[in-house]
């Protein structure tokens, strides 16, 4: 395979000095050679630019075909544009971007030698702090921060802890949601599983994460996973497509940042239901992290509400849909796989032993990544290269990746627009130096001094169980991301 051999011999982590050099297929001329190129692009005139750019991004063309259409007007993965959200009423937002949009020209975003991640998580906008109690959490801190090390080491803690309850409780909460899903199929002919969805990813991951038990609250227990979608929609809107009625969409939704007030009687109560229930991460948190009650308190709802409950609710219906709509023979062969391999009892160890469970689970992740964009800002002027060109980034620009289409990158991934269910396996595992969805490469490692997701292997694991329980639990199963029309129980 030419792809194969060719994408061996890329780095992903270009250093500050080899930026160039160090992410060179070595079918091309060593990258010290690249044409440096001025960024094509332009960021037009001040206000119409800005505005008009954003109208294609929301209204007339969508995020996916906003960035394709450019790199086909520049001929060239990394150009200038606007991303918004901008004007009226976001002045101080600036939405100036330089791109990156192959996997050699994105994988700059991770080195922390040459990028700055402040403030940046969504992009130059940053939501009102007034949504997490005024402390700005781990993922808005820059490595240069030693605050950041403390709550990334916290976040990592409480991942390491909870992998003793993580697997019970995510098996009796995917019980109890095919349990619902099942009663519903027969007695109506058809689930929508969405909110059931929801609220058995809220209530295992606050067991496993905050080690508290939702049920002691009745209120929390009802609508903790609802309190969670407002909290984090009034943050997100002015920077996501919804696809509701334009112009009502750019006026209300994409015109200014929705005040916090909305929904802080909502977040007290979360606030206080994991300050009484979760005693026992807070005190680590403040005794082995060296963090304030209130920097844990509010760190914890965040990797709860933002991290963890945000990116399970938009990855698992994706994933659900991989498989459920699939009429390849998919499920024949995942049913086999989950029920010869593993052993009697399903652990993140015997999901190991389920190849092609494991490259579904990545290929989801590869053709919906579920935090599709990525920013940093660049520390110090270094020179960023693509697959073809070198270009002169300066100090203070703000890179923008838009990961649909980095994993889309034909010089990496063979027939990128298909699903391919089997294409991390055996020789396909290097492609896994591409998959980027954690902000770094699946072979990578979070550490105090990356940006990486904490959970990144904790996630894949767990979507490779969902995907083994079900072929356990039914022969077959036929459905969408929202809905599942017919299951047939194994026997
Ligand atoms: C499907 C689920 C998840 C997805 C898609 C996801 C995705 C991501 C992404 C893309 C980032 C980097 C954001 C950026 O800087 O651009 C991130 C950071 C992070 N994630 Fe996850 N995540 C998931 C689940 C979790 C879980 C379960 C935890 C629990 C501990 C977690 C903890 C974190 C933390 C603490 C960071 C910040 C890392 C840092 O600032 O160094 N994530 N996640």
Known sequence: MATMSMIKMMSVTPSSQQSVSSSTPSSSPPSTSLPIRTIPGSYGWPLLGPISDRLDYFWFQGPETFFRKRIDKHKSTVFRTNVPPSFPFFSGVNPNVVTVLDCKSFAHLFNM??????????????????????????????????????????????????????????????????????????????????????????????????????????????????????????????????GVLQPLEEIFLHS?????????????????????????VLKRGQTEFGLSQEETIHNLLFVLGFNAYGGFSIFLPTLINAIASDTTGLQDKLRVEARQNGGPTLTFDSVKEMPLVQSVVYETLRLNPPVPLQYARARKDFTLSSHDSAYDIKKGELLCGYQPLVMQDPNVFEEPKSFKPDRFTGEGKELLNYLFWSNGPQTGSPTESNKQCAAKDTVTLTASVLVAYLFRRYDSITGTATSITALKRAD
């Open 113 to 242: 030698e040459i990028v700055e991640k402040t403030d940046v998580l969504v992009g130059d906008f940053m939501p009102s702090v007034k949504f997490t109690g005024n402390v700005r959490t781990c993922a808005y801190l820059d490595t240069s921060e030693p605050q950041h090390a403390k709550v990334k080491g916290f976040a990592l803690d409480i991942l390491k802890r909870s992998s003793k309850v993580w697997l019970t409780e995510l098996l009796a909460s995917l019980d109890t949601l095919w349990g619902t899903i099942d009663k519903e199929v027969s007695e109506n002919g058809s689930a929508t599983y969405l909110i059931p969805l929801q609220k058995c990813i809220f209530t295992f991951l606050t067991k496993a994460l905050i080690g508290a038990d939702p049920a002691k609250s009745p209120t929390i227990a009802k609508s903790g996973y609802a309190m969670l979608d407002r909290w984090l929609a009034l943050q997100l809107l002015p920077t996501i497509k919804i």
């Open 256 to 280: 200014f940042s929705y005040p916090s007030f909305l929904v802080s009687g909502d977040y007290k109560q979360l606030y206080d239901f994991v300050k009484t229930e979760g005693r026992e």
